[in-house]
């Protein structure tokens, strides 16, 4: 048995431990193995594939939705900062009759600054991007509570800035999410990135904490190396889940490029047993021009590369 397979096994043995009762209980019936019983979903999963704003070719609003809508694509992700705002209703005229929904918007954020006017000010300045999603009926906010090295000078600890995040700052982004009619969605970070959120199961605790208006999202890019199980993180997300990153497992590229090393069965298998229907949206680069390293890839190389990935994400749905 492999290293990893065996890990998985053991993750979702432990499911019901680690995620709690309510998603995933021990089967004790009938001599039961230990293994989880989980609640089957109210709707099966979907698989529905979305590509961040600036992977998507074309040049205006109606000529971007208008590749995904051809290609197969079923939601959209959008920057953050002030975009939103500023495209707000332009985005709900172009959506209108159309078979797409609006996933998230992925922006910088960071809450662990010691002080709290700086904090105060990370707040403010997302809560008119949240009534741009409201309006616009996005899924919500990515969010992540920490960047960098809490180490270092005029940073909160870990244990002040969960506290601080939970009781203040992500609970009012989250309550003024709520109010209209979104969300902020917290994202887990590699290690060297952030040491304060690193796996899907404590987003998911921190968002069951915070309440109404908090979710949490998988990435497979960060999964793979904090993660034991692709399956066992995303049951332990649950009906928190809101959002999934993807990109190539062995170099954060478009998925494909690496078909060997691109195996997301696992995960999608945990995507179907808590049945999600959420965006799977790729966030990456693209690998170097053979022809010359120094430029990027044609759009008709990336138009290529983004068929590629689609047709091997809907081949291994259909294995998970």
Wanted: aromatic content about 6%.
């Amino acid at each position: 048995m492999k290293r990893r397979d065996f890990l998985t096994a053991s993750a979702v043995a432990g499911v019901a431990t680690v995620c709690g009762a309510p998603r995933a209980a021990a089967d004790q019936a009938g001599g039961g193995n230990g293994m989880p019983k989980l609640t089957p979903p109210e709707k099966p999963a979907e698989l529905n594939l979305c590509l961040q704003w600036g992977a998507i070719p074309g040049g205006e609003i109606k000529e971007k939705l208008d590749f995904l809508e051809a290609n197969g694509f079923t939601a959209v992700e959008i920057p953050s900062g002030d975009w939103p705002i500023k495209n707000c209703d332009a985005m709900i005229e172009a959506m209108k009759g159309r078979k797409l929904f609006l996933a998230t918007a992925c922006g910088p954020s960071d809450f662990s600054y010691a002080e709290p006017e700086k904090r105060e000010a990370e707040v403010q300045k997302f809560l008119p991007v949240l009534e741009a999603l409201g309006k616009m009926k996005s899924v919500g906010l990515i969010i992540c509570p920490a960047r960098g090295k809490l180490s270092e000078p005029g940073r909160l600890s870990a244990k002040e800035l969960r506290k601080d995040f939970v009781e203040n700052t992500g609970k009012r982004l989250a309550e003024h999410a709520h109010k209209h009619g979104t969300s902020i969605v917290l994202e887990p970070l590699r290690r060297n990135e952030t040491p304060f959120l690193r796996q899907v199961a404590d987003g998911a605790r921190i968002a069951a904490d915070i309440g109404p208006g908090a979710t949490v999202m998988g990435d497979f890019w960060h999964m793979g190396l904090e993660e034991t199980s692709f399956m066992g993180a995303f049951i332990c997300g649950g009906k928190l889940l809101t959002h999934v990153h993807i990109a190539g497992l062995k170099e954060r590229i478009i998925p494909g490029v690496h078909r060997d090393a691109d195996n997301y069965v696992d995960g999608f298998k945990g995507l179907k047993l808590i049945g999600y229907r959420g965006a799977v949206s790729f966030e990456g680069g693209w690998p170097k021009n053979p022809e010359d390293p120094k430029k990027g890839l044609p759009q008709e190389e990336k138009i290529r590369l983004i068929r590629n990935m689609a047709t091997m994400l809907r081949e291994q749905w259909a294995m998970a």
